[in-house]
């Protein structure tokens, strides 16, 4: 395949252990051991990215400090309830703090002088595209092709607490407008779009190399059931509470660890389950496919709506552990009373786990640099 000059415009990047940051720097050494000229445009550490760069044989150049910060939610009272109110409206409004990449990436492409093959910016946050688009110029085009990946919807994303305001809109369908290509990671997401701008979504999924999991020799043998998840929890959108509720009022023996950033969520339950629920802070994303591999099987929390998809279900699949799917509202405890008897008949079923090869995802993502 003849070597392609590759442009990556990311504000999430190694080490950040977030799908986004799992996809830019996937994404970015495969296109290496494929043979590209790789450039990635990130907030730069040097310490970690010096390594990184020679290690792979790619390009980092600074995006720039993440200077803005989110109001901080503390204090009781009043002053709690003050920051909360104002948290949410500089996110409604404006788009705080996320909206400063913005500024940082139009300023980023401003100074790119070189002519790529493939311009690839990631999402979110989406002002990224957005200011992709604003730097963008006829008279001066930065590559061959321009693909947006945006891991989530914006406009039309379901996760949300609150809809976005109504005027966002307008910016989304300028970058839509503007690029030639959307990724979205499932088919499901693309009602999300503006019908206008759907015969430009592709479908890549999110990718990994299988082959930097080191499955273990021996597995432990658990004495009850033992079962985890990893991932994020959200009130109303992928909600388990029933699930936990269960959980925490029966007499099962079972030992169950939660992985998640969102440990206020679910401490309380962990606290009425007399030890049999563990709650851990999230771990860097190798080091948790090792500790899953001794759980009997894993759980999957559905979200609200079939728009998002938790790209942990990958993970799930790479480790070909039993995977109970749980619903956010209307749970029933018979598959998982068969799960604890070791009963997998009616497990979550991942078609053609191969899609999930990061080699398959990144030849696709090149593919688009010739497709009309």
């Known amino acids: 395949m003849e070597s ?5 415009v990311s504000r999430s990047f190694y080490p950040e252990n977030t799908p986004r940051g799992f996809r830019t720097t996937e994404l970015t050494k495969e296109f290496a051991r494929m043979g590209h000229q790789v450039t990635v ?38 002053n709690r309830l003050f920051r909360r109110i104002l948290v949410r409206a500089s996110s409604l409004l404006i788009l705080y703090p996320d909206i400063e990449s913005l500024f940082l990436v139009r300023k980023a492409l401003k100074k790119e002088q070189e002519h790529y093959d493939l311009l690839l910016t990631i999402a979110a946050p989406h002002p990224v595209h957005w200011a992709t688009a604003m730097a ?17 919807p ?36 693309i009602p999300a779009y503006y019908p206008e701008f759907r015969n430009k979504i592709k479908v890549i999924p999110q990718g990994f190399r299988f ?28 909600d388990p509470h029933e699930f936990f509720d269960y959980l925490s009022k029966t007499n099962l023996d079972y030992k169950f660890f939660i992985y998640t950033g969102n440990t206020e969520y679910a ?47 990958i993970d799930y699949v790479i480790l070909k552990k039993p995977i109970l799917s749980v619903k956010t509202f209307g749970f029933s405890s018979d598959t998982f009373l068969e799960f604890l008897d070791k009963d997998y008949r009616n497990q979550l079923q991942v078609e053609d786990p191969d899609q999930y090869r990061i080699e398959m995802v990144s030849r696709k993502m090149i593919d688009l640099i010739d497709c009309n």
């Open 41 to 78: 445009i990130t907030p730069r550490n040097k310490e970690l990215h010096d390594g990184f760069e020679k290690k792979h044989g790619v390009k980092i150049k600074d995006l720039g400090a993440l200077k803005w910060r989110p109001v901080a939610v503390k204090g009781s009272g009043l």
């Open 136 to 152: 963008l110029k006829n008279s001066r085009p930065i590559a061959k092709r321009w693909v947006a990946d945006c891991g989530d």
């Open 211 to 238: 082959e930097d999991v080191r499955f273990k020799n021996q597995l432990k043998q658990n004495k009850v059931p033992t079962f985890a998840y990893a991932g994020t929890l959200i009130p109303r959108v992928r």
């Open 154 to 189: 914006f406009m039309g994303g379901e996760n949300d607490t609150f809809k976005r305001l109504f005027y966002f809109k307008y910016f989304e369908k300028w970058f839509c407008r503007k690029a030639d290509f959307i990724t979205v990671p499932i088919a499901e997401a």
């Open 267 to 313: 401490q309380k339950y962990a606290a009425l389950s007399k030890g049999r629920i563990e709650v851990r802070p999230p771990v860097p994303r190798l080091e948790l496919l090792d500790q899953l591999q001794d759980m009997d099987f894993v759980v999957n929390f559905e979200n609200k709506g079939a728009r998002q998809s938790p790209s942990k279900l």
């Open 4 to 8: 392609k000059r590759i442009l990556i």
